[in-house]
Nanobody, 114 residues
């Protein structure tokens, strides 16, 4: 059974940085599509960034140039480096793996104070 465990969420001031990590039980395959989503209070969950085969990446417009998604297959880990954080980035961040089915982590809270 695939399990995803996120970490790295914290309270940070606007302009600060955080790095989220997502460790996946078992192996990561190059064909896996990994993503980070977030859900703010009262809002729908949205895709933040995704990395797929060949390390092709996409980002939601609001984080382009500030966030970077990466993967380390040897460590079964996906990262989200978040720089220049803004209060509107406050949300619970979820790691997602798609491999013929969707797998989710439990989420990690990111709070950005103004």
């Amino acid at each position: 059974q695939v399990q995803l465990v996120e970490s790295g969420g914290d309270l940070v001031q606007a302009g600060g940085s955080l790095r989220l990590s997502c460790v996946i039980s078992g192996n990561i395959f190059s064909s896996d599509i990994m993503g980070w989503y977030r859900q703010a209070p009262g809002k729908q969950r949205e895709l933040v960034a995704r990395i797929s085969s060949g390390d092709f990446t996409i980002y939601v417009a609001s984080v382009k140039g500030r966030f970077t998604i990466s993967r380390d297959n040897a460590k079964n880990t996906v990262y989200l480096q978040m720089n220049s954080l803004k209060p509107e980035d406050t949300a619970v961040y979820y790691c997602n793996l798609w491999r013929t089915a969707d797998y989710w982590g439990q989420g990690t809270q990111v709070t950005v104070s103004s």
